[in-house]
């Protein structure tokens, strides 16, 4: 049975007379990376706050691991286990990479000396040498901003936009790290990004924000089935159609969906001869329709959606 690590509840969060996040729930479980994905404004990074105790929800409540709903003393114990990433990360700018992580180390109280050096290779710093951090370019900070999460060796990474500023190819090792540490480690993370194209290899799980609600969340699996290509097919008698699909043209794979209408995931080659079928049978095809989307264009069709 797997562990659910956040639990989030009717969440809102007011500004004045502004609502950035209304009624918000959902569950995070262990092992997983959730994309959170939305527009600027849509409620990802306050959802990260309230998570991170910087933000007090204004209704509604959450739960880290077994900690119990608004519970401060037990909430604030299993953050412990959890690294955050929010905005850019603090780090004495007068002080070289390792110098900032040695000092947060030793306020942490990690033992482990060797634990800077580990973390800095991870991230791909271990050659800046005496290099301070008021030079450091701001794919150089996001990078030390996740070796100062990863310094403790979290259970939970919490990360908002952390490849911001990075190259492309610095973007393709911190999400090569990423995997590592879920593949390995089991580490949970929960990722905000707006390069969508980097969340589709990354994530196993998807929730879509927009106007501080959460609009759709699905598995990796189930975007695939909905952005696999098909065939959308609307005519005058949507049941006869399906009686002809499956008899003449011997269609095997397919939903009716909930207006009635068709969607077929084979024969996509014989679409001619299974208009022409249709016809033959006195049902007149109204709509007949490709469908096939990446994350990217699902995204703006559920933002389209509302």
């Known amino acids: 049975m797997s562990q659910t690590v956040i639990e989030v509840s009717h969440l809102s969060k007011q500004y004045m007379k502004k609502k950035v996040l209304d009624d918000v729930s959902f569950k995070i479980e262990k092992g997983v990376i959730c994309g959170l994905i939305g527009p600027n404004g849509a409620g990802k990074t306050t959802i990260m706050k309230i998570l991170g105790g910087l933000v007090l929800p204004t209704d509604g409540s959450f739960k880290l691991y077994e900690s119990s709903p608004n519970e401060d003393l037990a909430v604030a114990h299993e953050r412990s286990r959890m690294s955050f990433i929010i905005e850019t990360p603090y780090a004495k700018q007068k002080m070289t990479a390792k110098e900032n992580l040695e000092k947060i180390r030793i ?58 500023g990075l190259d492309p190819e610095g973007i393709v090792e911190i999400r090569e790290l990423l995997l590592k540490l879920n593949r390995e480690d089991h580490v949970t993370i929960l990722i905000s990004s707006h390069i969508l194209s980097e969340l589709s290899i ?27 290509e098909s065939y959308h ?32 995931f084979d024969g996509l080659d014989q679409i001619r001869d299974i208009s022409k079928a249709l016809y033959d049978e006195g049902v007149i095809p109204l709509e007949l329709t490709p469908v096939s989307a990446n994350l990217e264009q699902f995204y703006l069709d559920s933002l389209g959606g509302e």
Request: proline share 3%.
């Open 202 to 228: 990354l994530c196993t799980h998807y929730m879509f924000m927009n106007h501080g609600k959460i609009i759709k969340n699905l598995s990796r699996e189930e975007l695939d089935h909905e952005t696999r």
């Open 233 to 264: 097919i609307h005519t005058d008698d949507d049941a006869r159609a399906l009686a002809i699909l499956q008899d003449t043209c011997h269609i095997e794979k397919y939903e009716v969906e909930d207006d009635g209408a068709l969607r077929i």
């Open 107 to 164: 306020m942490r109280g990690i033992p482990n000396k060797e634990r800077v050096d580990e973390v800095l290779k991870l991230v791909g710093l271990e050659n800046v040498g005496r290099k301070k951090v008021e030079a450091f370019s701001l794919g150089m900070r996001q990078r030390l901003g996740i070796a100062m999460a990863l310094l403790g060796k979290p259970e939970v990474l919490i990360l908002d936009e952390p490849v911001n």
